[in-house]
């Protein structure tokens, strides 16, 4: 069963940049689709960035021009490159990755367990 897991979440102040690691097992993610999606205390999940099999990507209206996914395939790895971090991008991160695309709708079948990003000064 493929497995992911997420890594580089961290506490930073408003203006600062985490990269977060995506890495898949068992399965080459090379052939998925992989969203990052957040959860916030008390709001739903949120899509924030997917790239899909052929390396089209699509974001958040709220992380535009602010956050970039890439795939990495030799390390079997999606990164989400976050700068100009803001408080309200706190939350658990998690990715998502299936063999349909669901865009940034949190439907994707395989999920890892997330990682904390929280930003304050």
């Known amino acids: 069963q493929l497995q992911l897991v997420e890594s580089g979440g961290g506490a930073v102040q408003p203006g600062g940049s985490l990269r977060l690691s995506c890495a898949g097992s068992?399965?080459?993610?090379?052939?998925?689709?992989v969203g990052w999606f957040r959860q916030a205390p008390g709001k739903e999940r949120e899509g924030v960035a997917r790239?899909?099999?052929?390396?089209?990507?699509s974001y958040g209206d709220s992380v535009k021009g602010r956050f970039t996914i890439t795939r990495d395939r030799e390390k079997n790895t999606v990164y989400l490159q976050m700068n100009n971090l803001k408080p309200d991008d706190t939350g658990i991160y998690y990715c998502?990755?299936?063999?349909?695309?669901?865009?940034?709708?949190?439907?994707?079948?395989?999920w890892g367990r997330g990682t904390q990003v929280t930003v304050s000064s």
């Open positions: 998502a990755a299936g063999m349909i695309d669901y865009s940034l709708e949190p439907q994707y079948g395989y």
């Open positions: 068992v399965i080459i993610l090379d052939d998925y689709n």
């Open positions: 790239i899909d099999s052929d390396d089209s990507t």
